[in-house]
Each structure stands twice: as structure tokens, then as C-alpha cells.
């Protein structure tokens, strides 16, 4: 895992305007991703300019909505973001506080419906343990792993999106590695590291597998 620091991506250019629309987290920050984390997706979206997005774990829908506002135009006017959560708990296996967190999301209103881009969501309720890739390969160009923390789920979800990845340039993101919370998640991913080319990017909770386009280097 290469460890770098937030400039080194804030720094590259890309073709878009300086403005964002952007949301603040939810007060106890549980289930959601920081404000500098938000910053740092965002721009990995703007440097892949995906056509289709897929986020493993809506929760309640934050973040879909974030990627939704800032999605670049492409004359597309179909769903180009899939976000997948679970419709129930039934023999569902969880670590930490996932499972209160996936309690709270069942039945409420995710927030990407206040959009008026929601047209361009498509929200599947499905067990990912369960999740079928074959109709998804290589459609995604953006894909955030952010769902169940448990080992298998990290592992089945993380090979799916291996399969679902399409060509350059394109960007697989996950939350919660280094949290103290899902030790086994940090542990498979210095392990897939090993294997693909994998950064950490400080004082975040996010590691990305980038394909083609380069990390700038440090300063240091």
C-alpha cells in the first residue's frame, strides 16, 4: 500500500470548472464519509469522468447524492449511478456498528430523491453477498466500496468490482481502511496491495486502485 498525502491528487488537473456542489455530514459522522474525504471522491470523479457509477452500500444515500450534483454532463440522460444496499437483515453477517447503521437505512428516504438528477439513480435493494456481476461487466468506470465491513462481504464485493471495472481511465475506491473498527478490512487490503497498485491517502479513510492516470509525486 503506498501511503500519500491529499495534494497529490487535490494538485492534478482535470477539465473541469473550480465550483462543486457539496453537502456537509451528518453531525455524528457514523455511516458517512468525512469532508475531506468528500473532496478527495470528488476529484477522483473528475479525473475519470465515468459515464456509470457503482457504490456498494447507499445507506442513506449521502453520498449518492454527492456524486449525483457533481456528475459531469455527458448527453446521457439515463440511470449512470447504481447504488446497491440491503432490503433486509435476514442472515445477513455483520461487524462493528454496521448492523445498527443498516438498521437505520431501512425505510428511510435517501436523501439522492431530493435531487432533481434522481432520474439518473438506479437504487437496487439486494444482499451484495448475493449480487450477480454478469450484467455489469465492465460498465463502471467509478466504483465505491462502502457497505458491510465483514471480511467476506470486503472480499466478494471488492472481486466483483474487479469484474465490474471497465477500461482506462477508471478508479475503484474503498472506505474504512485504517479503521480500528474493521481491522480485517485494512488487513485484505495491504494483502491486495500486494497485487494491484493500492494508495492510502492520509488523514483520510479512503484507498483507491487508479488506473491510467498518475499519482503526482511527493514533495518530499
Partial sequence: ??????????????PFGEEVK?????????????????ILLLKLMRLVNPPYIFEFGTYKGLTTRLLLENLPENGVDTERIYTLDLPDL??????????????????????????????????????????????????????FVDANHELNYVRRDTENAFKMLS????CIIWHDYGNPEFPELTHYLDGLSNEFKMYHIG??????????????????
Avoid: C
Avoid at 456537509?24 to 468528500?38: A, C, F, K, N, Y
Avoid at 431501512?106 to 435493494?125: A, D, N, P, T, W
Avoid at 477500461?167 to 477508471?170: E, K, N
Avoid at 488523514?203 to 514533495?219: C, N, Q, R, W
Fill in 203 to 220: 488523514d483520510t479513510m479512503l484507498a483507491f486502485h487508479l488506473v491510467g492516470i498518475e499519482v503526482a509525486p511527493s514533495k518530499s
Fill in 22 to 38: 457539496f453537502f456537509m455530514p451528518q453531525p455524528q459522522g457514523l455511516g458517512s464519509i468525512s469532508t475531506i474525504e468528500s
Fill in 90 to 143: 435476514e442472515d445477513v453477517r455483520f461487524q462493528g456498528t454496521d448492523k445498527v447503521l443498516a438498521s437505520e437505512a431501512l425505510g428511510f428516504s435517501r436523501k439522492y430523491l431530493s435531487s432533481s438528477r434522481k432520474r439518473l439513480v438506479k437504487q437496487i435493494f439486494q444482499d451484495s453477498m448475493t449480487l450477480d456481476p454478469a450484467p455489469y461487466l465492465s460498465k463502471f468506470q467509478f466504483i
Fill in 1 to 14: 500500500m503506498e501511503h500519500i498525502r491529499p495534494y497529490q491528487l487535490l494538485t492534478l488537473p482535470d
Fill in 167 to 170: 477500461g482506462r481511465p477508471s
